[in-house]
């Protein structure tokens, strides 16, 4: 049973740019939440998703965006990319919105020069 | 307000010593307090969590104690193994509203070092 699978594992951007991070939620699992996790610091949260809405926002600013598909797996996007927004993004997927199951992936390393 | 301050940041032990990393939360509504493990290119695991109805819970060498009244949280790692060294965070589940859902709030990692 494969647990959470995000993609791609690590990509350099250049300040300015665009960039989409996909994350596939593990079988039996329907929400999905997006945490950043800054070198040396534990992971921030970002946003949830549910049923294909934002069910909560964590204090990140509008360039950061997601989506959830019918499948439940879900993309984060991030707009007009700064320096500070080099980190490892987590995606974790549960079984609901409770606190129960979450089971987290291996991360995207993403790097803005 | 919403903060985990987490302590040690790091911690050096000699295999076969306990270990113990110690969390403080902010939010007295949180009500879920895991403890998840990182090591490079595998993810976040939980490796024990605990409820705030309860004061303690052991999984073999791993134990987790939780102080509701001082918002104090621990981790306990006895007979400690090379294996064992990796990040570790702690977290607490701060609910949303009066909804049953929430967001997991992190603290800052602790890497362990087990020395053979």
């Known amino acids: 049973d494969a647990g959470v699978t995000q993609s791609p594992t690590h990509l350099i951007k250049t300040r300015g740019q665009q960039v989409t991070l996909r994350c596939s939620p593990k079988s039996g699992h329907d929400t999905v939440s997006w945490y950043q996790q800054a070198l040396g610091q534990g992971p921030q949260f970002i946003f949830q998703?549910?049923?294909?809405?934002?069910?909560q926002r964590g204090n990140f600013p509008d360039r950061f965006s997601g989506h959830q598909f019918p499948n439940y797996s879900s993309e984060l996007n991030v707009n007009a990319l700064l320096l500070g927004d080099s980190a490892l993004y987590l995606c974790?997927?549960?079984?609901?919105?409770?606190?129960?199951?979450?089971?987290f992936g291996s991360g995207t390393r993403l790097t803005v020069v | 307000g919403e903060n985990v301050e987490q302590h040690p940041s790091t911690l050096s032990v000699q295999e076969g010593d306990s270990a113990v990393i110690k969390c403080t939360y902010s939010d007295s509504a949180s009500n879920y307090f895991p403890w998840y493990k990182q090591e490079l290119g595998k993810g976040s695991q939980l490796i024990i969590d605990i409820r705030s109805n309860v004061g303690e819970k052991k999984d073999q060498r791993i134990a987790v104690t939780l102080n509701k009244t001082a918002k104090h949280f621990s981790l306990h790692i006895t007979e400690t193994q090379p294996e064992d060294s990796a990040v570790y965070f702690c977290?607490?589940?701060?609910?949303?509203?009066?909804?049953?859902?929430?967001?997991?709030?992190f603290g800052q990692g602790t890497t362990l070092q087990v020395k053979p």
């Open positions: 977290a607490a589940f701060k609910p949303h509203g009066s909804s049953n859902t929430g967001k997991l709030i």
């Open positions: 998703y549910y049923e294909e809405e934002e069910r």
């Open positions: 974790a997927s549960s079984p609901g919105l409770g606190d129960y199951g979450y089971t």
